[in-house]
């Protein structure tokens, strides 16, 4: 298994509680979508797994091991290995295209020379073919989010979390994005998607994991439950 949650709690310093008792697993390989009403608690789950917030209540597994124990080592190794598309999207609003994408390559230590023929490929994929040097906030919102997920998935993640990544989509764009989103995850990235989008999800015919108010309601392959 490569996640698990053990009655998995968060309740945030202004009481508000925004999780209680999730007990998850999601397998290696698996595409699944999380679903559920703004502020079901999906981001907050996501934040939870990928280690950014500590919960306040039961266990994570990834891998088999506590994330909670993980020493500072073991935390950079899991960050390596797993690639986030926040929902506000969280570029260096100074930098590039280009530099955006190239910072999760200089953070794993890739040479320059293999930079330099990486970013302009993975930008062609997630189509931004060409637009190394724009700053990304002259770019649209669809834009930028795409740049969000170049960055996401350039060092091949095993396991890549998406909190609404076709948010700021036209249908045509996040069509596409959806077919990169399923020919990494048929390359072995392990996908774990928070999303509204109700066509997406019933087209996919995908896992479907539900939250309301911080519960698990439906955890089933098929379609959208809100
Ligand atoms: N940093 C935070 N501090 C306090 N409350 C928060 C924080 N982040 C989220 N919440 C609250 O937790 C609940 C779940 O939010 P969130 O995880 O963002 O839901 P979703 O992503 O499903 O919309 C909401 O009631 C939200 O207001
Ligand atoms: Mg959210």
Not at 41 to 68: C, W
Not at 208 to 219: A, E, F, M, P, Y
């Amino acid at each position: 298994m490569l996640i698990q949650t053990i009655n998995l709690g968060k309740v945030y310093k202004n009481g508000i509680i925004a999780l209680s008792d999730i007990n998850l697993s999601i397998d290696f390989g698996e595409f699944v979508f999380l679903t559920g009403a703004s502020g079901a608690g999906k981001s907050t789950l996501i934040r939870l797994l990928f280690r950014e917030e500590a919960p306040t209540a039961g266990q994570i597994l990834i891998g088999g091991r506590s994330v909670i124990r993980l020493t500072r080592p073991e935390v950079v190794r899991l960050r390596r290995n797993t690639g986030v598309v926040f929902q506000d999207f969280r570029l260096m609003e100074k930098g590039t295209v280009f530099d955006n994408v190239a910072f999760a390559l200089k953070a794993v230590e890739r040479p320059w020379p293999e930079i330099r023929q990486r970013v302009p490929a993975m930008l062609e994929r997630v189509g931004l073919a060409g637009r190394e040097n724009d700053n990304v906030m002259q770019l649209s919102g669809g834009e930028q989010q795409r740049v969000a997920v170049a960055r996401a998935i350039i060092n091949n993640p095993l396991i890549l979390f998406a909190d609404e990544p076709t948010g700021e989509l036209d249908p045509q764009t996040s069509e596409e994005l959806i077919q990169l989103f399923l020919d990494i995850n048929a390359e072995g990235t392990t996908i774990v998607m928070a999303t509204h989008d109700k066509g997406i999800v019933d087209k996919l015919n995908k896992r479907v994991i539900t939250l309301s108010h911080g519960k698990l309601i439906h955890d089933a392959v098929g379609g959208f439950v809100q």
